[in-house]
């Protein structure tokens, strides 16, 4: 029913930047909190950054993307965003979005998150 898309990923170099675009459509935006997720080939999807459902604009980051990368929203357009600075060959992963109705304190497990977007390719050169 949720159906999430991602889009914006590309091909850059170290130290370009990115924003990845997440539309929703078939539910209530802004009752979901959001997140990123991301997997490189051979590796565990990790975490990247949420932000809190509704207007509060509470974020949380993984600490190796703090201070490089800002997730926001807008509601009106039913939109996440994923702002990426400063990129790295590590940033390299298929980047997913994903909705989730769980309490704040589970906000970083991927289990959590009741739907998924298909994901889009960053691939980051050095």
């Known amino acids: 029913q949720v159906q999430l898309v991602e889009s914006g990923g590309g091909l850059v170099q170290t130290g370009d930047s990115l924003r990845l675009s997440c539309t929703g459509s078939g539910g209530t935006f802004s009752t979901y909190t959001m997140g990123w997720f991301r997997q490189a080939p051979g590796k565990e999807r990790e975490f990247v950054g949420t932000?809190?459902?509704?207007?509060?604009?509470?974020?949380d980051y993984a600490e190796s993307v703090k201070g490089r990368f800002t997730i926001s929203r807008d509601n009106v357009k039913n939109t996440l965003y994923l702002q990426m600075n400063s990129l790295r060959p590590e940033d390299t992963a298929v980047y997913s979005c994903a909705a989730t109705k769980t309490v704040w304190s589970g906000r970083r497990d991927a289990l959590n998150y009741l739907y998924w977007g298909q994901g889009t390719q960053v691939t980051v050169s050095s």
């Open positions: 932000i809190v459902r509704g207007g509060g604009g509470f974020t």
